[in-house]
């Protein structure tokens, strides 16, 4: 009794692996694939009355940067949306984050010459000291063609300093 038992479970394990006939699965017909038609993406967030996304946030935060101390270098790339425009400074303290690429509302753009101010929030309780390569700190941003329209060269200015960089 055992043995046929045991060659019937057997039997029943290696054909359930395969996908023809034999397999006991497929024995009381096959699974429909429907379809589900829809009219927006799934992946798109809906927006609200005022036309805002649903995930911003209510109100959008001024941002408090300060000065970096200095610019070290600039590097300007070409990439499909525009330029990618990259910057590395050394700051006066220890921590500083949100380090951002910011376009000065007045005098940014003058005689084809784009000035970007290298900005950084320092931390609440800075540590001075240490050696510049401690305290560098790395940014970027893409500017699409639209805004390099009329750009010849692209300014970054620190607090000490600037770097001048042909838009390409």
Known sequence: MRTPVLLLLTTTLALSACQSRWNPSNWWGKDRESQVQTETNALIPEKTEDGRSFFQSQETAEYRGLP????TSVEVHKVTEG???????????????DI??????????????LTLDLMGRPPIEPVIGGSDQSREVTTAVVLTEQ??????????????????????
Do not use: Q
């Not at 970096?68 to 610019?71: A, G, L, M, N, S």
């Not at 910057?87 to 303290?93: C, D, E, M, R, T």
């Not at 390099?148 to 300014?155: E, F, W």
């Open 68 to 71: 970096i101390d200095k610019v």
């Open 83 to 97: 330029r990618l425009i990259m910057a590395v400074g050394v700051s006066s303290v220890h921590g500083t984050s």
């Open 100 to 113: 951002r690429l910011i376009v000065p509302k007045e005098n940014a753009f003058e005689g084809g010459v």
């Open 147 to 168: 805004e390099m329209a009329g750009v010849r060269t692209i300014r970054v200015k620190a607090l000490t300093n600037s770097i001048d960089r042909r838009a390409r």
